[in-house]
């Protein structure tokens, strides 16, 4: 038997998918920017790097906004994104064993997600590398690139403007890589498309505690 859960409130909703936008858009501007000679998309040069540095400035706004609702808001920042001692421990392997065997078996998931706990242990460790420490990091080496003469400073300080872009290029290669992960492990539900629903609508379905539906199985779905 299905039941419905009430799991992403609609300013998360609204952060993710501007976020996302914002992050493929920077993704291939920033391709035409490191390689013009290969990347034409968006005509100029010029208007490349218009366009990089307008998603960047929303991303990073979304970000602000993002970090404020959880931390002062909500309330549930440390609760939702910092492992625990248990999901260190056992938590990250078990998780693991899952996306890489159990999954194909069609054994449950071992994390059961609620409002309170959204996230599985890899998924915590993921989210606390790439937005708590990754993110901001892209975001402030970015606004150095745009204001290079104001931030002259801090750029002599970590090496130079060579050391500062390529660290802005090797962060932004794994925000890229993480994307395409975080595609993927979506499509692990219980179908393929249960983990996007709630995005849209903010509403998850799950079987009720001790049943499996059909959908949690691989062999069945293909």
Same mark, same amino acid.
């Given at each position: 038997?299905?039941?419905?859960i009430?799991?992403?409130?609609?300013?998360?909703?609204?952060?993710?998918?501007?976020?996302?936008?914002?992050?493929?858009?920077?993704?291939?501007?920033?391709?035409?920017i490191r390689?013009?000679?290969?990347?034409?998309?968006?005509?100029?040069?010029?208007?490349? &790097?218009? %366009?990089h540095?307008?998603?960047? +400035?929303? @991303? =990073?706004?979304?970000?602000?906004?993002?970090?404020?609702?959880?931390? #002062?808001?909500?309330g549930?920042?440390?609760?939702?994104?910092?492992?625990?001692?248990?999901?260190?421990?056992?938590g990250?392997?078990?998780?693991?064993?899952?996306?890489?065997?159990?999954?194909?078996?069609?054994?449950?998931?071992?994390?059961?997600?609620?409002?309170?706990?959204?996230f599985?242990?890899?998924?915590?460790?993921?989210?606390?590398?790439?937005?708590?420490?990754?993110?901001?990091?892209?975001?402030?080496?970015?606004f150095?690139?745009?204001?290079?003469?104001?931030?002259?400073?801090? &750029?002599? %300080?970590?090496?130079?403007?060579? +050391?500062? @872009? =390529?660290?802005?290029?090797?962060?932004?290669?794994?925000?890229?890589? #993480?994307?395409?992960?975080?595609?993927?492990?979506?499509?692990?539900?219980?179908?393929?498309?249960?983990?996007?629903?709630?995005?849209?609508?903010?509403?998850?379905?799950?079987?009720?505690?001790?049943?499996?539906?059909?959908?949690?199985?691989?062999?069945?779905?293909?």
């Open positions: 038997m299905k039941h419905t009430y799991m992403t409130p609609m300013p998360v909703r609204i952060w993710h998918w501007l976020n996302a936008f914002g992050i493929v858009t920077l993704t291939v501007t920033g391709l035409q390689f013009p000679e290969y990347v034409n998309i968006f005509g100029t040069y010029k208007a490349a &790097i218009r %366009l540095n307008t998603a960047g +400035t929303v @991303v =990073s706004i979304s970000y602000a906004l993002w970090f404020i609702y959880y931390l #002062f808001v909500a549930t920042l440390s609760k939702l994104y910092l492992p625990t001692a248990e999901d260190i421990t056992h990250i392997f078990r998780q693991a064993f899952f996306y890489f065997y159990n999954y194909f078996l069609g054994r449950p998931n071992p994390h059961h997600s609620t409002p309170d706990s959204k599985n242990p890899l998924q915590k460790v993921a989210y606390l590398m790439i937005i708590i420490i990754l993110l901001p990091l892209v975001i402030v080496s970015g150095s690139l745009m204001y290079v003469a104001p931030m002259r400073e801090l &750029i002599l %300080l970590i090496g130079g403007i060579k +050391t500062l @872009v =390529s660290s802005h290029f090797l962060i932004a290669c794994c925000f890229t890589a #993480f994307l395409f992960v975080h595609i993927y492990l979506a499509t692990l539900g219980h179908t393929p498309l249960a983990h996007f629903k709630p995005m849209w609508s903010g509403w998850e379905e799950e079987d009720d505690e001790g049943e499996q539906s059909p959908g949690n199985n691989p062999a069945k779905q293909h």
